[in-house]
């Protein structure tokens, strides 16, 4: 069974920076993966994406703040977030951008203002 595993989440101050870990059980390095974070009430959204070939895209409340990077040796995705604001509060989920693999159970992002 596919495992996606993150980690890396935690409480920081506004302005702060994290790093999140994505560490997948298959070989990830075909598929273009995506980072994705939730909030109570809301839809899952797309944050940030990187293809096999590492062109990467973001979404506008992101873009400048948030770097996605890849391992294919390693079958490793990681989001660099700086300048973290209290509305990028939410649960981080790694996957695959189109047909998703296993959901894993996340990261805790939380940003104190």
């Known amino acids: 069974q596919v495992q996606l595993v993150e980690s890396g989440g935690g409480l920081v101050q506004a302005g702060g920076s994290l790093r999140l870990s994505c560490a997948a059980s298959v070989n990830i390095r075909s598929i273009r993966m995506g980072w994705y974070r939730q909030t109570p009430g809301k839809l899952r959204e797309l944050v940030a994406s990187i293809s096999n070939g590492g062109s990467t895209g973001y979404a506008d409340s992101v873009k400048g703040r948030f770097t996605v990077s890849r391992d294919n040796a390693k079958n490793t995705v990681s989001l660099q977030m700086t300048s973290l604001k209290p509305e990028d509060t939410a649960v981080y989920y790694c996957?695959?951008?189109?047909?998703?693999?296993?959901w894993g159970q996340g990261t805790q992002v939380i940003v104190s203002s």
């Open positions: 996957n695959a951008v189109g047909s998703f693999l296993s």
